[in-house]
């Protein structure tokens, strides 16, 4: 069974910094690209960011450009998102996604529809 498990959530004053994980199991991690999600209160799912198979390609919403760096372990079956100079509006529930198999060692996607398996997120508060 194909499991993704988020931490490193938590609450933080504006300007600064957490570090999240998420870790998977039940599938072969580098065979497929994975992403972040988030969702606030009375919103839909975003997409953050995304990083290919291998980790080559990256991409970022524009909300968290230069601030949010994504990536990955494939040894660790690991997925990380450093998030650097915190806003409130970065306030929400993160979620860690897998998109389907992709033979391209570049290929990312933010479509919530392209993701098969999501974790049960990790809680994300940013203080003004």
């Known amino acids: 069974q194909v499991s993704l498990v988020e931490s490193g959530g938590g609450l933080v004053q504006a300007g600064g910094s957490l570090r999240l994980s998420c870790t998977a199991s039940g599938l072969t991690f580098g065979n497929y690209p994975i992403g972040w999600f988030r969702q606030a209160p009375g919103k839909g799912r975003e997409g953050v960011s995304c990083?290919?198979?291998?980790?080559?390609?990256?991409r970022y919403a524009e909300s968290v450009k230069g601030r949010f760096t994504i990536s990955r372990d494939n040894a660790k079956n690991t997925l990380q998102l450093q998030m650097n100079s915190l806003k409130p509006e970065d306030t929400a529930m993160y979620y860690c996604?897998?998109?389907?198999?992709?033979?391209?060692?570049?290929?990312?996607?933010?479509?919530?529809?392209?993701?098969?398996?999501w974790g049960q997120g990790t809680q994300v508060t940013v203080s003004s």
């Open positions: 996604a897998a998109a389907r198999y992709s033979g391209d060692y570049y290929y990312t996607t933010l479509l919530e529809p392209d993701f098969d398996y």
């Open positions: 990083i290919s198979r291998n980790g080559r390609g990256t």
